[in-house]
């Protein structure tokens, strides 16, 4: 079974910086695109960053210059370094990944982590 743990959510003045990781674990056969996504109260989800693979990266304009997406793919672990943050960063960070199972021949699914919370204070 294939699951992500997100972690390093927490309550930072604005300004300041918090690191997020979530790490893919279970039967992995191979993973593709990682992302972050959030949701802030009242709102719908949003993409915030997301790595294909190598070095190949997007982001929502609201954090370019500001968020950094990377991934260790040794160890299927996705990061996302925010910096510079801001109150309408508060939300639900969640992370998503494209991995065939190891029991999938060639099957991908989208899998989501549980989810952490992003409090910036102003």
């Known amino acids: 079974q294939v699951r992500l743990v997100e972690s390093g959510g927490g309550l930072v003045q604005a300004g300041g910086s918090l690191r997020l990781s979530c790490a893919a674990s279970g039967s992995i056969g191979s993973v593709n695109a990682m992302g972050w996504y959030r949701q802030a109260p009242g709102k719908q989800r949003e993409l915030v960053a997301r790595?294909?693979?190598?070095?190949?990266?997007s982001y929502a304009d609201s954090v370019k210059g500001r968020f950094t997406i990377s991934r260790d793919s040794a160890k299927n672990t996705v990061y996302l370094q925010m910096n510079s943050l801001k109150p309408e960063d508060t939300a639900v960070y969640y992370c998503?990944?494209?991995?065939?199972?190891?029991?999938?021949?060639?099957?991908?699914?989208?899998?989501w982590g549980q989810g952490t919370q992003v409090t910036v204070s102003s």
């Open positions: 790595v294909v693979s190598g070095s190949i990266t």
């Open positions: 998503n990944a494209d991995i065939r199972p190891g029991s999938s021949y060639n099957t991908f699914y989208l899998y």
